[in-house]
């Protein structure tokens, strides 16, 4: 936005300049002519300011909606994810077994309590002064099932891998890997993949974001492959899932 406020100032003072040196030198006979396509210059570019102006206004509003769709995903992904390792120690390597694992795995339902004992051996060194210890002990009550717990009725994590909006037909990509023994996660999505639709100047001004307020780089992902990690590179305005 703010080239193209450099570029309508640049244009206003372009103008200015040409007028005075219309005024100045060319012969007044001359003037009506150069006046008339003067202004159908100024009009034209008047009219490619504003274009310029709006077709980055409506990217933008574009881009938002299709990111939030797009991060809802990676959402699910994470969550399916973590209760993955959660039930059994490690991440899922692809969608196919990430699938199948929301469908027939169970959650083990745990309680813990605590309970005071007689300590033995600290009851022999203080001559038999009794002597009492807390242990913690963690009760199974039952399971439940993963994709009850994870998503109710709804059936949206068996297209979890499916990118949703911008190219027809793409997925997310989805590594697993582990950080000196600790599991770690990746998924992400070209940003160029989820606007493949819009201008290139403006995709490629997009991958090239740093901002606090924008989804930076350029991908949208969540996890990482290089440190234990499990957030995704987003600002929290979009998505209500966090």
């Not at 040409?18 to 002519?33: A, F, H, N, S």
């Not at 034209?44 to 909606?65: A, Q, R």
């Not at 083990?108 to 005071?116: E, V």
């Not at 242990?135 to 009550?141: F, K, V």
């Amino acid at each position: 936005m703010l080239k193209i406020i450099i570029g309508i100032v640049v244009v206003i003072l372009l103008t200015i300049a040409i007028v005075w040196l219309i005024d100045k030198y060319v012969p007044r006979k001359l003037k009506p002519v150069i006046n008339i396509l003067l202004w159908i210059g100024i009009i034209l570019l008047g009219y490619l300011t504003f274009m310029s102006v709006y077709e980055e206004i409506e990217f933008n509003k574009i881009k938002e909606d299709r990111y939030k769709v797009v991060i809802d995903k990676l959402v699910d992904i994470r969550d399916a994810q973590l209760a993955h390792k959660t039930v059994t120690g490690k991440y899922a390597n692809n969608f196919e077994n990430l699938v199948r694992f929301i469908d027939t795995a169970e959650f083990t339902i745990t309680q813990r309590r605590d309970t005071t004992v007689l300590d033995v051996e600290a009851t022999k060194r203080y001559g038999g002064v009794e002597t009492m210890k807390t242990l913690i002990l963690i009760d199974t009550l039952g399971t439940s099932s993963v994709k009850d717990s994870l998503f109710g009725s709804d059936a949206r994590y068996k297209t979890m891998m499916n990118v949703p909006v911008g190219e027809v037909g793409a997925k997310f990509q989805m590594k697993t890997g582990d950080i000196e023994g600790i599991p770690v996660f990746e998924a992400k999505v070209d940003k160029k993949v989820i606007l493949s639709d819009q201008p290139n100047n403006l995709v490629r001004n997009e991958e090239q974001v740093q901002s606090v307020d924008g989804v930076n780089g350029p991908v949208v992902k969540v996890g990482s492959l290089d440190e234990v990690n499990t957030n995704g590179n987003w600002p929290k305005n979009y998505t209500n899932k966090e």
